[in-house]
């Protein structure tokens, strides 16, 4: 029997979905809506083993599961409806989401690497699935859990900047501090890249903190084709809007409590939440953290830039004084 799969990699973590049912990549609407832009880069071709698989099922009706225990349940903002669930039964995780032309429940094994993906017919179209069907909204669930579960990582509402030396820079904060602005100035006004404006993974890896984009992003795309990136992070910068460009560096406990409201907590896992606290401590006692205050305009990009500047030549004097 031939078999349909297909690879993604996101940061660094290769996942391997595959189905006896016909893959198709893209729906004429989402090639309309330009989807296939978000999505391409994160496709992958090479050779290593996928840590995470996922076998699609196309069904006529979703299995009925009894007996299982209620995790999590969120809510749609538009209209009040149920979003997606996270239930439990046995040693077995059950996703489920009942939106509207899109419903479909997976079965996840403990180890959160094993999973079976229960998908409805298309309509007009037949046995068939696309992997858009997987990446939004459950493939993100599953890697903010699988990450966490094992101390590999944490998801961040944040801005991620690879700049020109290479280096990363993540800039954070509440919801109407800035983060679509930054974005914006950063890849308007610099040769930069924008990983993402909104979800940015971070991952410690052989004892260095690094960032990398994903597919989620949140009201700014022009900067779609380099989200595949990641870069070492420098520096993370708390942000918000001020009558002009001002910076401070702030505390351990200072910064996490800022670093904490830009998190996506696991609440239904208590191993997996301590995990991302305990990594999110580790990150702001590793990396220097700053208070950032800025004007919307391009000066905010050569303030930062400056910062790098100044920090290196403060650090070359002290090598030549200890020399002497």
Same mark, same amino acid.
């Given at each position: 029997?031939?078999?349909?799969?297909? =690879?993604?990699?996101?940061?660094?973590?290769?996942?391997?979905?595959?189905?006896?049912?016909?893959?198709?990549?893209?729906?004429?609407?989402? *090639?309309?809506?330009?989807?296939?832009? +978000?999505? @391409?880069?994160?496709?992958?071709?090479?050779?290593?083993?996928?840590?995470?698989?996922?076998?699609?099922?196309?069904?006529?009706?979703?299995?009925?599961?009894?007996?299982?225990?209620?995790?999590?349940?969120?809510?749609?903002?538009?209209?009040? %409806?149920?979003?997606?669930?996270?239930?439990?039964?046995?040693?077995?995780?059950?996703?489920?989401?009942?939106?509207?032309?899109?419903?479909?429940?997976?079965?996840?094994?403990?180890?959160?690497?094993?999973?079976?993906?229960?998908?409805?017919? =298309?309509?007009?179209?037949?046995?068939?699935?696309?992997? $858009?069907?997987?990446?939004?909204?459950?493939?993100?669930?599953?890697?903010?859990?699988?990450?966490?579960?094992?101390? =590999?990582?944490?998801?961040? &509402?944040?801005?991620?900047?690879?700049?020109?030396?290479?280096?990363?820079?993540?800039?954070?904060?509440?919801?109407?501090?800035?983060?679509? $602005?930054?974005?914006?100035?950063? #890849?308007? #006004?610099?040769?930069?890249?924008?990983?993402?404006?909104?979800?940015?993974?971070?991952?410690? !890896? =052989?004892?260095?903190?690094?960032?990398?984009?994903?597919?989620?992003?949140?009201?700014? %795309?022009?900067?779609?084709?380099? +989200? !595949?990136?990641?870069?070492?992070?420098?520096?993370?910068?708390?942000?918000? &809007? %001020?009558?002009? @460009?001002?910076? *401070?560096? !702030?505390?351990?406990?200072?910064?996490?409590?800022?670093?904490?409201?830009?998190?996506?907590?696991?609440?239904?896992?208590?191993?997996?939440?301590?995990?991302?606290?305990?990594?999110?401590?580790?990150?702001?006692?590793?990396?220097?953290?700053?208070?950032?205050?800025?004007?919307?305009? +391009?000066?905010?990009?050569?303030?930062? +830039?400056?910062?790098?500047?100044?920090?290196? &030549?403060?650090?070359?004097?002290?090598?030549?004084?200890?020399?002497?």
């Amino acid at each position: 029997m031939k078999r349909y799969s297909t =690879k993604l990699k996101i940061a660094d973590i290769t996942i391997q979905m595959q189905s006896k049912f016909l893959l198709e990549q893209f729906s004429e609407e989402e *090639r309309i809506l330009q989807v296939e832009e +978000r999505y @391409n880069n994160f496709f992958y071709e090479g050779k290593d083993n996928p840590e995470i698989k996922i076998e699609v099922e196309i069904v006529k009706e979703l299995p009925k599961i009894t007996g299982a225990k209620n995790l999590f349940t969120t809510i749609h903002p538009d209209d009040n %409806s149920k979003n997606w669930c996270l239930l439990k039964k046995d040693k077995t995780y059950i996703y489920r989401t009942l939106l509207e032309d899109k419903e479909q429940q997976m079965l996840i094994n403990e180890d959160l690497n094993q999973i079976i993906a229960y998908l409805l017919p =298309k309509k007009h179209k037949g046995q068939c699935w696309y992997p $858009t069907d997987l990446i939004y909204d459950f493939l993100q669930v599953l890697l903010i859990n699988y990450l966490a579960l094992r101390k =590999k990582g944490i998801f961040t &509402h944040s801005v991620g900047i690879k700049d020109l030396d290479g280096r990363g820079l993540l800039f954070t904060g509440k919801s109407g501090t800035g983060k679509t $602005t930054t974005a914006k100035l950063w #890849h308007k #006004h610099s040769r930069a890249m924008v990983l993402n404006d909104d979800r940015i993974i971070i991952r410690k !890896i =052989k004892g260095r903190f690094f960032i990398y984009g994903s597919p989620w992003h949140g009201e700014f %795309s022009d900067y779609l084709t380099s +989200r !595949i990136e990641s870069a070492p992070l420098e520096k993370i910068f708390f942000i918000y &809007h %001020s009558p002009q @460009n001002t910076v *401070r560096q !702030i505390s351990k406990k200072e910064a996490f409590g800022f670093l904490y409201p830009a998190l996506f907590p696991t609440f239904w896992d208590k191993e997996c939440l301590e995990n991302i606290v305990l990594f999110s401590q580790n990150l702001v006692q590793s990396i220097p953290c700053y208070s950032l205050g800025f004007v919307n305009n +391009r000066k905010v990009i050569e303030f930062v +830039r400056d910062m790098n500047y100044k920090n290196l &030549h403060t650090l070359r004097l002290k090598k030549m004084k200890d020399v002497k």
